[in-house]
């Protein structure tokens, strides 16, 4: 913690303040080459001015010189400072052309960021005016260094794009002339960066998710309700059809009863009809039988060597029915009974 100066060391800042060349009152005589007997007089009749004073005035006094002393400073290191290359007009960026450019350099994004023309303000030259205390210099080497710890993070690139960028200075409230984003918006650019986009995205997506959980879990609910109403139902279905096959089986036995009573009538008067007609319709068939063979293909039973058989059989296949030589023989032999003695 510094000190408050003694009333001494006030005077003599004010004596300074006062008469710059006050120094030479302590160089020996005849070392300087000027006349410093006003000077001298000069400087006494103020310190026995301010000796006058009390305490608190000397105080006052004081202060008001310091702070017309800083005010002279500040005004004369803005003075440097609006004189150096940076602040020229010809520095001023121009924000329609790099408005238009696909990419930044971090180094040119920095310097339009100040309104600066990366052509002419450049970190390589700016570097080697650090020492000068300059405040736009000092601001430019803060900001570049959040840039740089940006990109360490992939929160910025090099080269970056201007909407990427633009999104990230906002994020990091760091103040960037309103026309250079105005520009890079009609170009239609997106000032939004690659976290702010994610982040968007992620958000949109729960919510995506939450609705459709909410909606699997409904479905989950009307499904199991119907599932227990069809199950429900599929027993009163399985009940109905159990009755109903027992019915079925019922009558299915009913009825092989009955047609097995039936079947038992049919037979015995097929049967009984069979030996009243059976040889009746035998008798004719044979007959017909020999009439044909004899009419149709000139059979004579007298001769020992026929053809007659094979051409019946023949004709038979020829239309689809199949017939054993042999057997046509045996019943034309059988037939050959019914024809007249001669």
Do not use: C
């Amino acid at each position: 913690m510094t000190e408050d100066p003694t009333p001494k060391e006030r005077v003599d800042y004010l004596v300074k303040r006062r008469f710059p060349l006050s120094y030479l009152l302590n160089i020996p005589p005849g070392g300087s080459l000027q006349d410093t007997r006003e000077l001298r007089k000069a400087v006494e009749e103020f310190r026995h001015e301010l000796a006058a004073l009390s305490p608190q005035g000397l105080l006052v006094r004081y202060d008001l010189e310091k702070s017309k002393e800083f005010n002279e400073l500040r005004a004369k290191a803005e003075q440097k400072e609006s004189e150096r290359f940076y602040n020229h007009a010809g520095a001023l960026a121009d924000f329609e052309h790099w408005a238009k450019t696909a990419h930044w350099t971090l180094d040119e994004a920095i310097a339009l960021s100040f309104g600066r023309a990366p052509e002419i303000v450049r970190w390589e030259k700016l570097k080697t005016l650090t020492a000068l205390g300059s405040p736009f210099v000092a601001q430019y080497a803060r900001r570049r260094d959040l840039a740089l710890r940006a990109k360490s993070w992939d929160q910025l690139f090099d080269p970056v794009l201007p909407g990427i960028f633009l999104a990230w200075a906002k994020r990091t409230d760091i103040e960037v002339p309103r026309e250079l984003i105005e520009a890079v918006e009609r170009r239609g650019v997106q000032v939004a960066d690659w976290k702010s986009l994610y982040d968007r995205a992620a958000a949109a997506l729960e919510s995506e998710k939450e609705a459709h959980e909410r909606q699997i879990a409904d479905w989950k609910k009307l499904f199991n309700q119907a599932e227990a109403e069809l199950d429900s139902q599929h027993a009163a279905w399985l009940k109905v059809a159990d009755e109903k096959n027992r019915t079925i089986e019922a009558l299915k036995k009913r009825l092989a009863s009955l047609e097995g009573e039936r079947a038992d009538d049919s037979t015995d008067a097929a049967t009984t009809e069979a030996k009243q007609l059976g040889a009746k319709e035998r008798e004719s068939l044979l007959k017909m039988i020999i009439g044909m063979a004899r009419g149709g293909y000139v059979y004579d039973p007298k001769l020992k060597r026929t053809s007659v058989p094979q051409e019946i059989a023949s004709d038979l296949a020829k239309n689809g029915i199949a017939l054993d030589v042999d057997t046509v023989r045996k019943w034309l032999r059988e037939a050959a009974e019914f024809l007249p003695r001669e």
